[in-house]
């Protein structure tokens, strides 16, 4: 009989099934989001101790927070049989993408600089994965990996690969402490199997293939890491020595943290990029066709509604408050892990999860991408705000924090010295980026300017990020025009009924200290400690926090972004 339901969660459709469990697109009636349920193959009538197990990882699954790290958000029983609950990651698996090909080196440093992080935050908490994988890494709907199944592999008694053991884990990326059964593991091991996912990412396979997958586990024991060269001649030599330190049998010969590998391995991107050296972009992962939407319109979607003035001189036209707007499928091109729609939200879902993702003006497209925290707060601070508590900032000082840094024809995202960089360079392009942590009543921050100065353009801050159908956003122009409005279910919703503003508090071309306070069903909108805009709304309450910029004209548009912070408001 075909499951219609699991606890509360409607079943739409079976993403996938193992040895271990099965895996359910599901939709949440609570929170009115689809999400992952996995069912484990255990009953529980049948194996008390295994409910202990269950409960006492599952409890530990859901602490960890990070944005590279799927969110596990409930766990139970159905028929005797414990399941849990976490984000839908529709992009699939990076095991997905690597069937399709050998992988370019800018992706495969994209993505392991995204994840290092989140493996580095986990092992100082004393957790080892113990199970890393392609499969085990998942992609939000703008390409954007992130871990799943910590703790998994510890509800394994053994792994059904290796006969008769009590090894957790897969052979085929398992280190050589693992395969010896080393009862103090930690987290090189996870080290050495990113160097085999990065081995499999550039080549299509890992470093051994045998007969049986014990072999394969004592080949990581005995056999010296061939050379990848002999597979792809086309990559700089340097890489081999990456590998042979990620890959060393003796762990005391390893790098010692995710983010070193991440670091070094970008370093020989970077070179390669900065050297002129021809890099292959035939292989790029491709979005999910389901996911990827696009609105079409004939100009910007805010311009629409609102009234965008052509110039710094035109002053907006008084528009409806809002819009219905058609919204079609469409496949669209995806850019080094970064989905967008249309070409990968790029960032980074998401993500929205991370995520919304979708075109506006034609096919132009979001990026969208994932954030952890940092520890600095903004320069400007937003009058009285010393009583709030932090719940994320990130001054943009490390360019392994999380954010995109993803380019290409349409735009892209980068660390500099000055701070975060969005660029967009097509006409109509909305590009953002956002954190991977849901918040409910917040106030956000950060100091931003744009870096073309008299070109059409606007910049600004999105919060209540639900999905690429439900956000509120608060943006602003270099010649001081301000607007702030919501979209929900593929309609615009102006906040103001005549659209874009003109406020002397906003500084022109210059450095501008922009902050949205959403809280309950108050949205504020405040630039340089001074309110510009408030309104009421009820329809979001909880969501994502990002940054958004967007083009207007065939003019290049760029904005920097300094001091990002999210706080839990300290509101009357």
């Keep these: 009989m075909t499951r219609e339901t699991i606890g509360r969660y409607k079943i739409q459709s079976e993403l996938g099934r193992g040895g271990m469990a099965a895996v359910y697109l599901a939709y949440d009636p609570n929170f009115r989001r689809n999400v992952a349920i996995k069912l484990v193959s255990v009953n529980l009538q049948e194996n008390i101790i295994f409910r202990e197990r269950f409960e006492r990882e599952a409890q530990l699954i859901a602490k960890i927070e990070h944005p590279a790290i799927v969110p596990v958000y409930d766990f139970g029983e159905q028929d005797d049989q414990p399941y849990l609950v976490m984000r839908y990651m529709p992009g699939g698996a990076l095991a997905s993408k690597i069937k399709e090909g050998p992988q370019t080196l800018v992706y495969a440093s994209q993505i392991i600089t995204q994840i290092a992080p989140a493996l580095d935050a986990v092992h100082a908490q004393g957790i080892v994965h113990r199970d890393l994988k392609p499969a085990n890494i998942l992609l939000d709907g703008f ?200 070409l990968c939200l790029i960032v980074l879902c998401i993500s929205l999860g991370l995520l919304g993702a979708w075109t506006w003006l034609g096919r132009p497209s979001f990026f969208a991408g994932q954030n952890q925290t940092a520890t600095l707060t903004p320069t400007i601070q937003a009058a009285d705000n010393s009583r709030e508590i932090v719940l994320f900032s990130d001054d943009f000082s490390n360019p392994l924090s999380g954010w995109p840094t993803i380019q290409n024809a349409r735009g892209g995202y980068s660390y500099q010295p000055d701070g975060y960089h969005i660029v967009v360079d097509e006409p109509g392009a909305v590009l953002w980026a956002k954190t991977s942590q849901e918040y409910q009543d917040i106030s956000l921050y950060v100091d931003s300017r744009p870096l073309t100065a008299g070109k059409n353009g606007y910049y600004g801050l999105i919060c209540r990020i639900q999905d690429d159908q439900s956000f509120y956003y608060f943006a602003i122009q270099g010649n001081g025009n301000y607007t702030m409005g919501k979209y929900k279910d593929s309609e615009f919703l102006s906040f103001f009924s005549e659209g874009w503003k003109q406020s002397d508090a906003i500084n022109q071309g210059q450095i501008n200290h922009l902050q949205a306070d959403c809280v309950a069903d108050t949205l504020r909108f405040i630039v340089n400690n001074a309110l510009i805009g408030e309104a009421r709304d009820t329809d979001l309450t909880s969501g994502y926090g990002g940054l958004l910029a967007a083009s207007l004209d065939s003019q290049r548009f760029e904005a920097l972004f300094n001091n990002f912070l999210i706080t839990e408001p300290d509101l009357p």
């Design 143 to 342: 390409g954007n990996p992130a871990i799943s199944d910590f703790g998994i592999a510890h509800l394994a008694l053994a792994t059904t690969d290796l006969t008769g053991s009590a090894i957790i884990g897969t052979p085929s990326y398992m280190s050589p402490e693992q395969v010896r059964g080393d009862d103090d593991l930690d987290g090189r091991s996870d080290i050495y199997a990113l160097g085999v996912i990065l081995f499999e990412m550039l080549t299509g396979n890992g470093p051994f293939r045998a007969a049986t997958p014990l072999s394969v586990a004592m080949k990581h024991l005995t056999d010296p890491i061939p050379s990848i060269l002999v597979l792809r001649p086309d990559l700089p030599g340097e890489l081999d020595l990456v590998l042979a330190k990620a890959l060393a049998k003796d762990r005391e010969l390893r790098y010692t943290s995710t983010s070193e590998l991440a670091l070094a391995l970008r370093q020989i991107s970077d070179a390669v990029k900065n050297d002129g050296r021809p890099i292959s972009h035939s292989v790029l992962p491709r979005r999910n066709e389901e996911v990827a939407t696009e609105i079409d319109m004939g100009q910007d979607p805010i311009a629409s509604i609102h009234g965008t003035p052509q110039s710094d001189s035109v002053q907006a036209s008084p528009q409806s408050p809002s819009r219905a707007i058609h919204v079609k499928r469409s496949w669209m091109p995806q850019i080094a892990g970064i989905s967008g729609l249309g």
